[in-house]
């Protein structure tokens, strides 16, 4: 066969596309494939203890007991009566174990301007978080989430920064399940202006480069869409490779600034539709979490049982829609969180295994998946055994495979030989 392109021709390619080259490598390297918790809960940060997980948990177990117990529950919020045996044992044992997966200790809006009290509150906070990781109370992610970059609060969110990294490390070192949330983000110069903070942090205290990423709160719609009529959000991963954790909705800021009446402002409100799909397309394939935003109708008093339903059905649409994670702002929303979070994955699971096996297996089958397609099938499974929805042993008896070669198969740079190990 002839061949028509020189040496010559293929360096000219390669030189042309080396920029291409190094954006995919650094700035879409895809999800890595570790646990991404499904809600965060935040607490104002003075009144964190380290049973606070227990306490809620408890509160959450009482609550489902007063409503009739948790097959009851289960029922009331419209989990399918297939998956009602299923869910609802696992639920309680998680309330009863892991009750809370991710806690923020605030000190921005559930917190308030305390002044120069603020610094006594924070070595308390790095005190007790260390007191929890090290009791094995703490949930398996916690950090602050301290005041945002504007002018007025700027030097007090750094300092809070500053203050509680270091009475962390005095304490004992930063727990593996660190995370940081900057709020209220307009600009990108706002998360390099993080990123000059956390490499200073990193450089005095003598910590691995790139050990202190964070979190992005998307609560103003300069960020979905900036002065210059381009989307910031989409610079976020050029401007900070590697250190954005997550980009987290805020449901609430963001409508107000929309100027949307306070009885219509929602998760489901189309306005925060556009804005989590911007969201969703700005950080595909970057590695970047998303998380949805919150209800504020809590499960409480007389109208508990609506308020119930109305949280389960918002948790199965965000997850539905690819957004994993979402905040809970009540102990009475743990149950709901999971009774739907599990449902979805039960649901979801046999024919995601099923088809999974076929797969692995070069059998034909029904439907015939492409690589792309498999790596989201392993992704919908390893994110239900991460939460406790799939069991291990399922996956091995379910589809033939560990769940460590699961994660892989879930990353999208695999290589053929780490498919044919899977």
């Not at 700035?27 to 991404?36: N, T």
């Not at 200790?105 to 509150?121: Q, V």
């Not at 149950?335 to 649901?347: C, E, G, K, S």
Request: with cysteine; net charge negative; hydrophobic share 45%.
């Amino acid at each position: 066969m002839r061949s028509g392109l020189s040496d010559d021709d293929l360096a000219r390619i390669d030189q042309h596309l080396a920029t291409t080259d190094d954006l995919l490598d650094t700035v879409y390297p895809g999800d890595s494939g570790a646990r991404q918790p499904v809600h965060t809960v935040y607490v104002p940060a003075d009144q964190f203890t380290p049973d606070f997980a227990a306490q809620w948990g408890a509160q959450a177990l009482a609550a489902v007991e007063a409503a009739g117990g948790m097959e009851a529950l289960a029922a009331q919020v419209g989990i399918e009566p297939g998956l009602i045996g299923e869910v609802a044992g696992r639920v309680a044992r998680k309330l009863s174990t892991e009750p809370i997966e991710d806690l923020r200790l605030d000190f921005e809006d559930g917190y308030g301007d305390r002044g120069d009290a603020e610094d006594t509150d924070v070595a308390m906070a790095a005190s007790k978080v260390s007191d929890a990781v090290a009791s094995g109370s703490a949930p398996p992610f916690i950090g602050i989430r301290f005041k945002c970059f504007e002018k007025p609060m700027r030097a007090r969110g750094l300092r809070t920064l500053d203050l509680f990294i270091g009475g962390l490390l005095d304490a004992g070192g930063l727990p593996d399940g660190l995370v940081l949330t900057l709020p209220k983000v307009t600009t990108t110069a706002q998360v390099e202006a993080m990123i000059i903070a956390v490499e200073a942090l990193e450089r005095v205290h003598g910590l691995d480069a790139g050990r202190l990423r964070f979190e992005v709160q998307v609560e103003t719609p300069q960020l979905v869409l900036g002065a210059d009529g381009r989307s910031p959000l989409a610079q976020l991963p050029v401007v900070a490779p590697g250190r954005i954790s997550g980009l987290h909705y805020g449901t609430y800021d963001y409508s107000a600034s929309l100027g949307i009446a306070a009885g219509y402002q929602s998760m489901e409100h189309p306005a925060a539709d556009l804005a989590k799909e911007i969201m969703q397309l700005a950080v595909a394939g970057t590695g970047i979490r998303l998380s949805d935003g919150s209800t504020n109708i809590l499960p409480v008093g007389e109208g508990a049982a609506e308020a119930w339903a109305l949280h389960a059905r918002l948790v199965r649409r965000s997850l539905e829609r690819g957004f994993y994670q979402g905040w809970d702002l009540h102990p009475h929303q743990l149950p709901t969180r999971y009774l739907a979070t599990y449902a979805f994955y039960r649901h979801g699971y046999p024919d995601s295994a099923s088809r999974l096996r076929t797969y692995l297996a070069q059998e034909e089958g029904a439907v015939m998946d492409e690589p792309a397609t498999a790596r989201a099938l392993a992704w919908f499974v390893l994110r239900g055994v991460q939460c406790g929805a799939i069991d291990a042993d399922e996956v091995a008896a379910d589809i033939g495979i560990r769940v460590d070669a699961l994660t892989a198969l879930a990353h999208p740079r695999l290589s053929d030989h780490a498919l044919a190990r899977a």
